[in-house]
């Protein structure tokens, strides 16, 4: 009996079907939101989350990579060779185990807050809680990777005199050498982001539905 | 005085030019003054009172500005057309953007280039297929390129050239620009007719030149009539494989009447061949011996003979093993020819030097070029005249059509007219040698309605600078020419350029020929100093898709396919097998990978190195001093090259194209140790 109590509790009150006759809307936001929220974060997968532009005269269509959330694309081979130079090691090196597990990952983000659609207790905030934690930890990590491979360059490279290890700009615009580097947020970690809020705002109408029910339960005990 | 009105001329054009433009205060009437209107797109912004004042400093007219503001290209912007030259002597094809008018290539094909490296490393194989009996050839006169077609228009997809002096022909592969094959005609000696394609270019058509007795055979010039023969030499080409396959080619024997150029019929006349000749009063030369010479001799009579060849019955004629074989090349006989319907003639006005077919296929033109006329043929009275068997027969029993049977008109031009183009306004160019001037005139038939003009008559004349052999317009030889531009190809420049010895540059004249009527405006100079062009092409640019780089890391461009010797990052090494060496190379900027390479004194190498860059313009060279080797890897290329390693001692090879900042870095240190005790010893 305790224990179906607290799964009870964790699960948190079913809506009485007169309830949701009367404020149909107030019950069907929360899921709406958390279904787009995970629809979101599927699609990002598919998409850059951060891509940095290097522009140098001799480059005059300017050298991309674009950051998946498992892998890079773009014109890696040739800014691993530019990179050479300054003895950074090559950029597919970086984050391996981070690609390695980052679609079952997203993945199950995107499952647990389908599953806070369900959970009408405070606990669903904390399924929810890792996809909205996802862009920061996102930007935490690439952070961490582009000071790592910055600071640690290779100091018998070609140009490591000229070049003193660096943190290369996460995002907004740099300087190394003759280039120009613009670093921006891509369409995945946007979407990320937007994923983000619509989880927030779902966890803060999914209270506003449910409060009144669970405290008529409590009442009622 | 004089000055001021010039000036006073030219700001009023430059004003008219800019009077377009809304926002630029001005009361100038918008007249349509022919070139400033043209001239004014929004782009004209900047003209000011300074071009004013640059212009009268150089002394330029308002003619000369329209010209420049017609071919100036800033920088960046690409060329609409890009030409394909002969390189003349050079033995190599050039490639020429227009309207500016900028040489973008030369493209190593019969003789060795270094920048390319061909002939140093790589292309030897392609070079060795020239040779003739055993001796490498490696130089040609390289005359009339010919695009590949579809339907009659250029596909941008491969060229082809041959080499007059020794009756060769190079196929070229516009996806690298770069030679892939060359072929020795087998049975006869020299060309000059070549190379012309059929509509959907399944062979490549090489005319003769001077007759000779096949296979390179001797025989006394006493029996010049029985012994002495041209020909007209039929190449398959195997688009799929790229390559022209002899096995499936075969050569037409001719009377020794000097065979010239040739064209292809197109639209109706597809499946029939053209080619005119030079000598059918059969001279044989000898002035030291009292003859005429040659120049007089074969001038003698009124006219020569424009052969009219049936390739479907040839064709078939090869199918049903018709063929006799010369030097293990199929040969269809003479009497096959004449026999089978294959052959005819018909005369044309004296001693001509073109005979190029109008887009629709429905006229032969040909040009005498001792007759001030053009003379146009109707194909359909051709077809009319041979199927009433309406003829007379040569020497040698060919069916020769009289001229009035098959005539469509005779336009009179001026002196010395040569080769002849076509536009898309029913308007056909032709050269005028001796004139030195390009004759626009009409065209009649269903092209006579698209311009103003009577059909068959001289509409404009201009003069270039000089001696023009070869016209070419925009498209001007396919079934739908462009119009728009035009290139003299001016054999003598004499006072254009400054001076720069006794040997001059030829000319190319760029004309503008967008327009109606008697004016076509002469726009550039552009000097060749390479060698003296016959023929060339313009092709709309974008019809051309080039690589950027090899689609693959280690790519060979002789096979275009992924090479068995490629090497990749971490695949480098160098083996040994008993005497043979064989040396595994990377190269990427700024260093090839192994930078040692130590081998022995009589050791032969085999050296494999690959460029492993993808990126645009990432070529590296490769050379080894001492050893005539210097390779160009463009990015992904593999390459292959041997040698003996016969002198000891100590060699850096480097890279020889600046790629980078770290490029004289590039470079490493083969050794080869002398071999025995006493080989090397310090004096």
């Known amino acids: 009996m305790m224990a179906t109590d607290k799964f009870q509790k964790i699960v948190g009150p079913r809506t009485p079907p007169e309830a949701l006759a009367a404020r149909r809307l107030r019950f069907l936001w929360p899921t709406l939101l958390f279904a787009a929220a995970a629809i979101l974060l599927i699609i990002s997968i598919f998409l850059p989350y951060w891509s940095l532009v290097l522009h140098a005269p001799q480059y005059p269509g300017g050298l991309v990579v674009n950051a998946y959330v498992n892998h890079l694309e773009g014109d890696v081979r040739e800014i691993d060779g530019l990179n050479h130079y300054i003895g950074m090691r090559p950029l597919n090196e970086a984050a391996q185990l981070e690609r390695t597990v980052s679609i079952f990952a997203i993945g199950a983000l995107a499952l647990l807050v389908v599953a806070a659609i369900f959970i009408h207790s405070p606990w669903a905030a904390l399924l929810a809680l890792p996809a909205v934690l996802l862009p920061g930890v996102f930007l935490a990590d690439l952070y961490f990777w582009l000071n790592n491979f910055g600071q640690n360059l290779d100091p018998t490279a070609a140009l490591s005199n000229s070049v003193e290890p660096f943190t290369p700009t996460i995002l907004g615009e740099g300087l190394i050498g003759q280039f120009k580097t613009v670093a921006y947020a891509d369409f995945g970690l946007i979407l990320a982001t937007i994923a983000s809020l619509l989880i927030l705002v779902g966890l803060y109408m999914q209270r506003r539905a449910y409060k009144p029910l669970l405290d008529t339960a409590e009442g009622e005990v | ?683």
């Open chain 2, 1 to 683: 005085m004089k000055r001021n009105i010039l000036a006073l001329i030219i700001l009023t054009m430059l004003i008219a030019a800019g009077c377009s433009l809304a926002d630029r205060p001005t009361t100038a009437p918008a007249a349509p003054s022919e070139a400033g209107s043209e001239a004014a797109a929004p782009e004209a912004a900047g003209l000011s009172a300074d071009a004013a004042a640059i212009a009268q400093e150089r002394g330029l007219s308002p003619d000369d500005i329209t010209a420049a503001l017609k071919v100036y290209q800033p920088t960046g912007v690409h060329d609409e057309y890009m030409i394909f030259a002969s390189g003349g002597h050079s033995g190599q094809v050039l490639v020429i953007g227009v309207p500016s008018m900028r040489l973008l290539k030369v493209i190593g094909v019969f003789t060795p280039e270094p920048w390319q490296g061909w002939g140093y490393g790589v292309g030897n194989q392609v070079l060795d297929e020239g040779a003739i009996n055993g001796r490498s050839i490696r130089w040609a006169d390289t005359h009339h390129p010919a695009l590949s077609e579809t339907a009659g228009d250029y596909d941008g997809e491969w060229l082809f050239i041959n080499d007059k002096a020794n009756a060769r022909v190079a196929v070229i592969d516009l996806r690298d620009f770069e030679t892939k094959q060359l072929l020795k005609n087998p049975v006869v000696i020299n060309d000059h007719g070549g190379t012309f394609v059929t509509p959907n270019t399944e062979y490549v058509i090489e005319g003769g030149q001077y007759a000779a007795p096949l296979g390179w055979a001797y025989e006394s010039l006493d029996t010049y009539n029985d012994t002495y023969r041209g020909a007209v030499t039929f190449w398959k080409f195997d688009r799929e494989a790229g390559r022209i396959d002899p096995d499936q080619s075969f050569l037409i024997e001719l009377p020794p009447y000097w065979q010239d150029l040739c064209d292809s019929g197109k639209q109706v006349s597809e499946g029939w061949i053209f080619c005119n000749s030079l000598n059918a009063e059969r001279a044989t030369g000898g002035i030291e011996e009292g003859n005429p010479p040659f120049e007089a001799g074969a001038s003698q009579g009124e006219t020569d003979y424009m052969h009219l060849i049936n390739l479907k019955k040839a064709e078939e004629v090869v199918q049903n093993g018709g063929t006799t074989e010369v030097n293990g090349f199929a040969v269809i006989s003479l009497q096959t020819a004449i026999d089978e319907g294959i052959l005819y003639m018909t005369p044309e006005p004296k001693s001509p030097h073109g005979v190029d077919i109008t887009p629709n296929g429905q006229y032969m033109v040909v040009s005498g070029k001792l007759d001030p006329h053009v003379t146009v043929y109707s194909f359909a009275k051709m077809l009319e005249t041979i199927e009433a068997e309406k003829w007379t027969t040569d020497d040698y029993g060919v069916p020769v059509l009289a001229l009035d049977d098959l005539k469509e008109a005779q336009v009179e031009l001026g002196l010395g007219p040569l080769h002849t183009q076509f536009d898309n306004q029913g308007y056909a160019y032709t050269s005028l040698f001796l004139d030195s001037a390009v004759a626009r005139w009409s065209l009649g038939g269903e092209y006579a309605d698209l311009h103003p003009e009577e059909p068959w008559q001289l509409v404009g004349k201009t003069s270039v600078h000089y001696n023009i052999g070869h016209l070419l317009a925009a498209e001007g030889d396919t079934v739908s020419p462009d119009g728009k531009y035009l290139v003299a190809m001016n054999k003598w420049s004499i006072d254009r350029f400054a001076p720069v010895g006794p040997l001059l540059p030829q000319n190319f004249q760029l004309l503008d020929i967008d327009n109606t009527g008697e004016n076509m405006q002469l726009l550039y100079d552009m000097p060749i100093g390479i060698g003296e062009p016959h023929y060339a092409q313009m092709i709309k640019a974008d019809k051309l898709e080039p690589w950027e780089v090899y689609p693959e890391v280690g790519w060979d461009p002789h096979t275009q396919a992924p090479s068995p010797d490629g090497v990749q990052i971490g695949e480098e090494k160098v083996e040994r097998d008993g005497s043979e060496v064989e040396v595994f190379m990377t190269a990427v900027r700024s260093h090839f990978t192994p930078e040692h390479v130590e081998i022995e004194q009589g050791d032969h190498v085999i050296w494999h190195i690959t460029n492993v860059e993808q990126a645009l313009d990432a070529t590296h060279g490769f050379s080894i001093p001492g050893y005539d080797i210097n390779l160009s890897l463009e990015p992904g290329e593999a390459a292959t090259f041997e040698f003996d390693a016969e002198e000891p001692g100590v060699f850096s090879y480097y890279c020889t194209e600046f790629c980078s900042a770290l490029h004289l870095e590039m470079t490493g240190y083969l050794l080869i140790k002398p071999s025995g005790p006493t080989a090397m010893t310090t004096e």
